[in-house]
């Protein structure tokens, strides 16, 4: 099982919980097992053409999906997922 | 303390001018608390569709939802995602750290709003995950506009507490 850390702003969709595990292969694959098991989490992960929204960062351990394989990145047992919007705020 | 060269002050100010009215928002890289690299990054809020707003919550979500698009973004930032991950990458290869993330308030004073404080708070509780050092939070005001005020600030337990900048 992979640990999949959950924002604050995605919270709602997870019945409140930070941390869930979920079985994939990919990154791919665990945005889709996130959907199945918290319907509607999925286009708060991604946008109409399946890319990760653009305030959002899915860090494997430590690095940016992005600077490894994307969504085709691959799993593993004791990987842990880590999606962490970006930085905002306001007046 | 956090040391800034005047030419990145004066990058900071000079976008910070530019976006105005809308915030700006940008990153600082450095080591042992003197900033070396700066990266402007993209406020993407007013790209946002209105169902993407859940990241802000209370009376700013609120605040948020009666303006438009183009609106927004003067009362807000969201960093754009993949310019932050960049940034973030580019600071560790250089062997430097991340010494703070900036905005600007187009018009209000250069102190920490109640959303800045939540979200850095947020961020926080990522950060370890990361293995990021505790970043600075700068802000640059452009409440008169003649002279722009920056300030930076520590956000702990839920409250700001403001860091001597020095300009060299
Ligand atoms: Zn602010």
């Keep these: 099982m992979t640990k ?24 791919a694959e665990m945005i889709d097992s996130l959907e199945s098991a918290y319907p509607g989490i999925k286009e708060r992960l991604c946008d109409e053409s399946g890319e990760i929204r653009r ?11 992005r600077f490894l394989e994307g969504k085709e990145t691959p799993l593993k047992d004791s990987d ?12 | 303390m956090l040391t800034i060269p005047t030419s990145i002050a004066e990058e900071m100010i000079a976008h910070a001018r530019k976006l105005d009215p809308h915030e700006c928002c940008g990153i600082l890289g450095g ?5 070396s690299q700066h990266y402007p990054i ?7 569709s209105e169902d993407e707003l859940g990241r802000f919550d209370g009376p700013k979500l609120s605040d948020l939802k009666q303006l438009s698009p183009e609106e927004r973004a003067d009362i807000a930032f969201q960093m754009d995602s993949q310019e932050m991950g960049k940034a973030l990458r580019d600071i560790r290869d250089k062997s430097i750290s991340l010494q703070a993330f900036y905005h600007s308030h187009t018009f209000s004073p250069a102190r920490p709003s109640q959303t800045d404080i939540t979200i850095a708070m947020e961020f926080e509780s990522y950060r370890e995950k990361l293995n990021l050092p505790e970043p600075l939070h700068l802000i640059i005001s452009l409440l008169d506009k003649s002279s722009p005020d920056i300030r930076a600030y520590r956000i702990v337990n839920h409250e700001s507490l403001e860091i001597r900048t020095i300009l060299t």
Excluded: M, W
Aim: hydrophobic content about 40%; aromatic content about 4%.
């Design chain 2, 31 to 35: 080591k042992d608390h003197t900033v």
């Design chain 1, 55 to 65: 305030f959002l960062n899915i860090y494997l351990n430590e690095e940016d999906i």
């Design chain 2, 42 to 48: 993209t406020n993407i809020l007013a790209n946002l």
């Design chain 1, 4 to 27: 999949v850390r959950i924002p604050t702003p995605l919270r709602p969709k997870t019945g409140g919980k930070s941390e869930v595990e979920v079985q994939a292969s990919s990154i």
């Design chain 1, 80 to 91: 842990e997922v880590s999606i962490i919007p970006a930085i905002a705020g306001g007046k």
